[in-house]
């Protein structure tokens, strides 16, 4: 099956600090999801991107489906911004299910 | 509804007894998928119905796991004869065909 690997497994910032979440994916993906999962464990969305480039106030996410990678950008991080980052892809045949990363746990320390 | 809606929010049961879990999607969303997340762990794909079609039931772990929707809405996902294994947080999500899911707020479950 699909292999979704996400880098760095973890990450810590100091508050203000920019950086770069990776999300591989091993096969031909039709769809693909950016969700923060906050301290209480609700996951939010970020970006519903199956290709190119969104940005939304500090964060912004690229994926490129040819080379099958998504890259997620956080500027200016802030304390609230710890948690977990999940990518999430749909396959291009089958099921329309969506098939979840490894995750990127990030702590952003005041 | 405005969101994806999970009952109960938790739920501790004896090991043994049977459990329901709910979800309610949002309004118009074709599609609804269960998910299970262990502590610390990433979230582990169960069952996918979309529409009317047979649901994929591929990522359901033992047949102790059961879910239905009734009348494309309502999801109950069923655990028979709960192990200490089961205990986790359970979510369930829903989209528009294709398109973009959303997450309730899930269902932590404890065995003991």
């Known amino acids: 099956g699909i292999q979704v690997e996400q880098s760095p497994p973890d990450l810590i910032l100091q508050e203000g600090a920019n950086s770069t979440l990776r999300c591989n994916f091993s096969d031909s993906v039709n769809n693909l999801q950016w969700f923060h999962q906050n301290p209480w464990g609700q996951l939010i969305n970020l970006f519903y991107i199956p290709s190119g480039t969104k940005q939304n106030g500090r964060l912004s996410a690229t994926t490129v489906a040819t080379e099958r990678y998504s890259l997620l950008y956080i500027s200016s991080s802030q304390t609230t911004d710890s948690g977990v980052y999940f990518c999430a892809v749909r396959l291009n045949s089958g099921t329309y299910k969506y098939i979840f990363g490894t995750g990127t746990r990030l702590k952003v320390l005041a | 509804g405005a969101g994806v809606s999970q009952s109960p929010s938790n739920k501790v049961t004896e090991k043994g007894k049977d459990v329901e879990l709910r979800c309610d999607p949002i309004s118009g969303h074709t599609a609804l998928y269960w998910y299970r997340q262990s502590l610390g762990q990433g979230l582990e794909f169960l069952i996918y119905?979309?529409?009317?079609?047979?649901?994929?039931k591929s990522g359901l772990p033992s047949d102790r796991f059961s879910a239905e929707r009734t009348g494309g809405s309502v999801s109950t996902l069923t655990i028979q004869r709960t192990q200490q294994e089961d205990s986790a947080v359970y979510l369930c999500?829903?989209?528009?065909?294709?398109?973009?899911?959303?997450f309730g707020q899930g269902t932590r479950l404890t065995v003991v």
């Open positions: 119905f979309q529409g009317n079609s047979a649901p994929d």
């Open positions: 999500a829903s989209s528009p065909f294709g398109g973009e899911a959303f």
